[in-house]
C-alpha cells in the first residue's frame, strides 16, 4: 500500500463502501466518510467498523445537493483529500427515473465537481452492466457501444460513466471500477444486504414463480464483495498504476443451467423452468404468481437472456487475477449462508420437516 494519505469515500455505510473503508483505514490511511445520516458503519460481517490503524472521520453530506451539501468546514476538510473514492449509488431496481438521475448522475457530477477543484484523483465505482443488452465480450475499454440498457439503473450508471470520461478528458486523474453482481464473502458466503440477486433467489427457490423467461446459456457474473472491495482499495492506494484504466471487477460466471442444476440439489427449494423470452407471456402466469412476477422478476428477466463475458485483462494485469475456478461451489456457498440465516426459508439441514416429501436430502 501506499504511504499513508487522506481519502474521501463517499457511500460509506454502503455494501461495498463499508469494506473500502475499512481497507483504508486498516492499512493506515485517513478516511473521510460522507455519510447522508450519522450512524454506525457495519461491514459484510454484520460488525460494526472500527478504524485502525487508520482514523476516520465522519462527514455528514448529501451528493445530490451542488458542493454535496457540505458546510464550510467540511467542505475545507474534503479538499485535503488525496483520493476520492465514489461508491454512492442508488443500486435498487426498479425505481423512478427521477431517482437515478439525482443519486447516480447528478450525485457524480457534484463529486466531479469537487474533484476538478484541485484535480483530486478519483476512483470511480461503475457497473459492469453499462454493456448493457448484449451478447459477446464486453471490453474494459469500452463505454457507450450504441449498446440498450436493460433497466433505469444500468441507465444511470452508463450517464455517470460518461461525465467521469468527460472530467478525464479535461484533465481529471480518473480510475474506473466496474464490478458485475456483487455477493457475499468469497469463502463464507455471507453477505450483509440481501440486494442484487438475493430476492431472485428467494422468490425462485419458493416457488412463488415457477416459469420464468431465460435462456439456459445466458449467463450471470457473480462478484464476491471482498473481491471488489480489494480492487477498489488498490486502485486508491496504487493509483499511479491504475490511472487511467477501467477495470472489471467480476467474478464466477454461471449460466442459466449451473444455477438450476445448482437449486436442484437443495430438497427444500423449487426450481423454476426457462423458457424461451419469444414463448414466455406472463398474462399466462397463474394469478398467485404475477404478482411476484411483475414487482420481482420483471425487474431482472433481462440478465437471464444476456450471453455476456466481462474481459478483465487490464485488472488481472494491474494485480486482480480471475477468480479461483469453482463457480458452482460459490454459488452453494451463497445458498447455505442464506439457509442457515433463514432467508431462503427453513435449513432442511436443521430441520428435516422442510425436505421434499421423497424423503430426498440436501447434496
Known amino acids: 500500500m501506499s504511504d499513508p494519505m487522506t481519502v474521501l469515500v463517499t457511500g460509506a455505510s454502503g455494501f461495498v463502501g463499508a469494506e473500502v473503508t475499512a481497507r483504508l483505514t486498516a492499512a493506515g490511511h485517513t478516511v473521510l466518510t460522507l455519510l447522508h445520516r450519522n450512524g454506525d458503519l457495519v461491514r459484510n460481517n454484520g460488525r ?61 457530477r457534484h463529486v466531479l465537481s ?8 478519483l476512483v470511480h465505482v461503475s457497473t459492469a452492466y453499462v454493456c448493457g443488452e448484449r451478447d459477446g465480450t ?37 480510475t474506473v471500477v466496474r464490478p458485475s ?12 444486504d440481501h440486494k442484487t440477486i438475493y430476492p431472485v433467489l428467494r422468490v425462485l427457490t419458493r416457488g412463488l414463480v415457477r416459469t420464468v423467461p431465460g435462456r ?47 437449486l436442484a440439489e437443495y430438497p ?30 420483471s425487474l431482472y428477466d433481462t440478465y437471464f437472456r444476456r450471453r455476456v463475458h466481462f474481459d478483465a485483462t487490464r485488472a488481472a494485469a494491474f494485480g486482480h487475477p480471475p477468480a479461483p475456478t469453482g463457480a458452482r461451489p460459490y454459488l452453494r456457498r451463497l445458498l447455505d449462508h442464506c439457509l442457515t440465516t433463514g432467508y431462503l426459508g427453513p435449513d432442511p439441514r436443521q430441520d428435516p420437516a422442510a425436505a421434499r416429501p421423497d424423503g430426498s436430502t440436501h447434496r
Open 114 to 121: 469537487l474533484a476538478l477543484l484541485d484535480r483530486t484523483p
Open 138 to 174: 464486453a471490453r474494459e475499454d469500452e463505454l457507450d457501444v450504441g449498446q440498450r440498457p436493460g433497466n433505469g439503473y444500468e441507465k444511470s450508471k452508463l450517464a455517470a460513466e460518461t461525465l467521469v470520461r468527460k472530467a478525464a478528458a479535461d484533465g481529471l486523474p480518473v
Open 181 to 192: 453482481i456483487v455477493t457475499g464473502a468469497h469463502r463464507t458466503g455471507r453477505v450483509r
Open 268 to 297: 427444500s427449494f423449487q426450481v423454476p423452468r426457462f423458457v424461451p423470452p419469444s414463448a414466455f407471456r406472463a398474462t399466462a402466469l397463474p394469478d398467485r404468481e404475477r404478482p411476484y412476477y411483475d414487482r420481482v422478476i
Open 48 to 108: 460494526k467498523l472500527t478504524p485502525g490503524p487508520g482514523a476516520l472521520t465522519r462527514i455528514t453530506g448529501d451528493i445530490t445537493r451542488p458542493g454535496l451539501g457540505l458546510s464550510e468546514d467540511d467542505r475545507r476538510l474534503v479538499r485535503t483529500a488525496d483520493r476520492i473514492v465514489h461508491c454512492a449509488a442508488v443500486t435498487d431496481f426498479g425505481l423512478p427515473a427521477e431517482r437515478y438521475e439525482s443519486i447516480n448522475v447528478a450525485g457524480t
Open 216 to 262: 439456459y446459456d445466458a449467463v450471470l457474473d457473480l462478484v464476491p464483495v471482498d473481491r471488489v472491495a480489494d480492487l477498489v482499495t488498490a486502485a486508491a492506494g496504487r493509483f499511479e498504476d491504475a490511472e487511467g484504466h477501467t477495470l472489471h471487477a467480476v467474478g464466477h460466471e454461471l449460466t442459466l443451467r449451473d444455477v438450476s442444476d445448482v
